[in-house]
């Protein structure tokens, strides 16, 4: 374990009853090529690295490796399980090809709730978020039936809290109106400006709002002003887009993923940066 004296940045904030660091860790990198099978690092360093400097928040699935994340996770709980927590996602899971083939009916929901219990080897989930629609995005629809599904394995004790991925404005208020969430998971970023209005609802609601790719979707353009700011300020594009985030909305958890320790100090290091009100505004242009 760590011993650096390393600082996260952001702060806390409270999912349910659960505190977490604004600045949490993506584990989807920990499977090998692709999200596909074990890892080079096969002792989880970064994961180890990122508890010990004191990340509370992981986001995780069992569909990544199948279950290569979790058992790695797994190994890490023992170091700090009272202050550890673990959120993941169902409704796709993998097939042989690598692809992410959807999983939302109700058989398919239990099991990988039941999966993710098991290679976690928890008897309750933190926070299990539904992923809607697919890879290009959300899609329209109503997500009555899949997220009833998961309130009666909440009222089971399975689940502690639930949230959405990958969902739009209107499924968000559908499933508010059938339980509550804590959270909503979603590509969003400096040039991707799509949920802003969203994301001040729910910040008014008390609701955690979690983009998984900071610089997911960049063209050339977005990238080449976004280097002004960064040369500016002798950083990096990824440090500088982090920093964006945190300082969007006090209710952006960040949940970068990486497989290397250094880079995971380097991303910490770097979303605490602090943007002057310039370099927010050039920033801002760019999703405009």
């Not at 993506?26 to 994961?47: C, H, I, K, N, S």
């Amino acid at each position: 374990m760590s011993t650096s004296s390393l600082s996260l940045p952001g702060g806390t904030w409270t999912l349910g009853e659960l505190t977490v660091t604004r600045f949490g860790y993506g584990a989807m990198q920990l499977a090998g090529p692709w999200v596909m099978g074990p890892p080079t690092d096969r002792e989880g360093a970064v994961l180890r690295e990122a508890v010990g400097l004191g990340i509370t928040h992981i986001d995780t699935s069992d569909a990544y490796g199948p279950r290569v994340t979790n058992e790695l996770i797994r190994e890490a709980l023992h170091l700090c399980r009272e202050s550890l927590h673990i959120v993941t996602k169902v409704g796709a899971t993998r097939d042989e090809q690598g692809g992410r083939p959807t999983a939302r009916r109700p058989e398919d929901l239990r099991r990988q709730v039941h999966d993710n219990l098991k290679s976690l080897r928890l008897d309750e989930l933190d926070l299990v978020n539904l992923r809607l629609g697919n890879a290009e995005g959300p899609q329209p629809g109503s997500l009555a039936e899949a997220f009833e599904t998961l309130v009666e394995l909440q009222q089971q004790g399975l689940i502690r809290h639930l949230g959405v991925s990958n969902a739009s404005e209107e499924q968000v208020t559908e499933a508010q109106s059938i339980a509550p969430i804590v959270c909503v998971q979603n590509m969003y970023n400096v040039a991707h400006r799509h949920d802003d209005k969203l994301i001040d609802r729910l910040a008014t609601e008390g609701v955690a709002y979690v983009p998984p790719f900071p610089l997911g979707g960049f063209t050339p353009l977005h990238s080449s002003a976004l280097s002004a700011v960064a040369a500016r300020l002798k950083a990096t594009q990824i440090s500088v887009a982090l920093a964006w985030q945190l300082q969007r909305s006090p209710n952006i958890l960040l949940i970068p993923g990486t497989s290397s320790t250094a880079h995971l100090r380097e991303n910490i290091a770097g979303a605490g940066l602090s943007l002057s009100h310039e370099d927010l505004t050039e920033l801002d242009d760019i999703g405009r």
